[in-house]
Nanobody
Framework: QVQVVESGGGLVQPGGSLRLSCAASGSISNIVATSWYRQAPGKQRELVASITSGGTSNYVDSVKGRFTISRDNAKNTIYLQMNSLKPEDTAVYYC???????????????????WGQGTQVTVSS
């Protein structure tokens, strides 16, 4: 099985920084695509940033130049460095991983999507 654990959220003042981490463990053959989503109260979940196994990254316009997504393939961990935070960045942040794994012993390898548990980021003075 695959476990995904997020960490790094918290309360920060406007203009401050936070780094989120998302660590995957278990029976992992490969992590293909990885991404961060966020969901603010009363709003739909939105894709914030993504990065491929080859290192190509993409960002939603509202965070370009402020957020950086990265991955450490050796540690099966992805990060979201968030700088110059704004109150409108307040949300629960979720990591999403496309993992190549076996869902049961002897089962064929397949690519499956796993979500982290979410971590709260609050930007407020």
């Amino acid at each position: 099985q695959v476990q995904v654990v997020e960490s790094g959220g918290g309360l920060v003042q406007p203009g401050g920084s936070l780094r989120l981490s998302c660590a995957a463990s278990g029976s992992i053959s490969n992590i293909v695509a990885t991404s961060w989503y966020r969901q603010a109260p009363g709003k739909q979940r939105e894709l914030v940033a993504s990065i491929t196994s080859g290192g190509t990254s993409n960002y939603v316009d509202s965070v370009k130049g402020r957020f950086t997504i990265s991955r450490d393939n050796a540690k099966n961990t992805i990060y979201l460095q968030m700088n110059s935070l704004k109150p409108e960045d307040t949300a629960v942040y979720y990591c999403n991983l496309d993992v190549v794994t076996r869902l049961a012993p002897g089962a064929p390898l397949g690519s499956f999507r796993f979500w982290g548990q979410g971590t709260q980021v609050t930007v407020s003075s």
